[in-house]
Protein backbone atom coordinates (compact mmCIF):
# COMPACT_ATOMS: atom_id res chain seq x y z
CA UNK A 1 0.00 0.00 0.00
CA UNK A 2 1.47 3.40 -1.12
CA UNK A 3 1.27 6.61 1.41
CA UNK A 4 0.89 8.62 -1.59
CA UNK A 5 -1.28 11.77 -1.14
CA UNK A 6 -5.10 11.11 -3.08
CA UNK A 7 -4.56 7.06 -2.18
CA UNK A 8 -7.93 7.33 -0.25
CA UNK A 9 -10.90 7.19 -1.22
CA UNK A 10 -11.67 10.67 0.69
CA UNK A 11 -9.39 12.40 -1.77
CA UNK A 12 -11.59 12.07 -4.80
CA UNK A 13 -14.17 13.79 -5.61
CA UNK A 14 -17.53 13.61 -7.59
CA UNK A 15 -17.70 15.12 -11.46
CA UNK A 16 -20.33 17.38 -10.04
CA UNK A 17 -18.58 18.60 -6.93
CA UNK A 18 -15.30 19.13 -8.99
CA UNK A 19 -17.49 21.16 -11.27
CA UNK A 20 -18.70 23.07 -8.43
CA UNK A 21 -15.34 23.47 -6.72
CA UNK A 22 -13.81 24.92 -10.52
CA UNK A 23 -16.86 27.08 -10.81
CA UNK A 24 -17.27 25.07 -14.18
CA UNK A 25 -20.48 23.33 -15.50
CA UNK A 26 -19.74 19.31 -15.65
CA UNK A 27 -19.65 19.23 -19.67
CA UNK A 28 -16.93 22.21 -19.21
CA UNK A 29 -15.06 19.55 -16.63
CA UNK A 30 -15.59 16.46 -19.39
CA UNK A 31 -13.83 18.37 -21.91
CA UNK A 32 -10.97 19.18 -19.51
CA UNK A 33 -10.43 15.52 -18.99
CA UNK A 34 -10.90 14.78 -22.53
CA UNK A 35 -7.85 16.81 -23.58
CA UNK A 36 -5.78 15.76 -20.54
CA UNK A 37 -5.93 19.13 -18.49
CA UNK A 38 -7.14 17.30 -15.14
CA UNK A 39 -6.76 13.35 -14.44
CA UNK A 40 -9.80 11.60 -14.25
CA UNK A 41 -10.19 8.30 -12.21
CA UNK A 42 -13.28 6.00 -12.68
CA UNK A 43 -15.05 4.51 -8.71
CA UNK A 44 -16.61 2.17 -8.08
CA UNK A 45 -20.28 1.69 -8.70
Not at 3 to 12: K, M, N, Q, R, V
Not at 15 to 40: C, D, E, M, N, P
Request: zero cysteines; hydrophobic letters at 40%; a neutral charge.
Amino acid sequence: MSDEPGDSPEAFLSARAAAKLLGVKTSTLYAYVSRGQIQSVAGQG
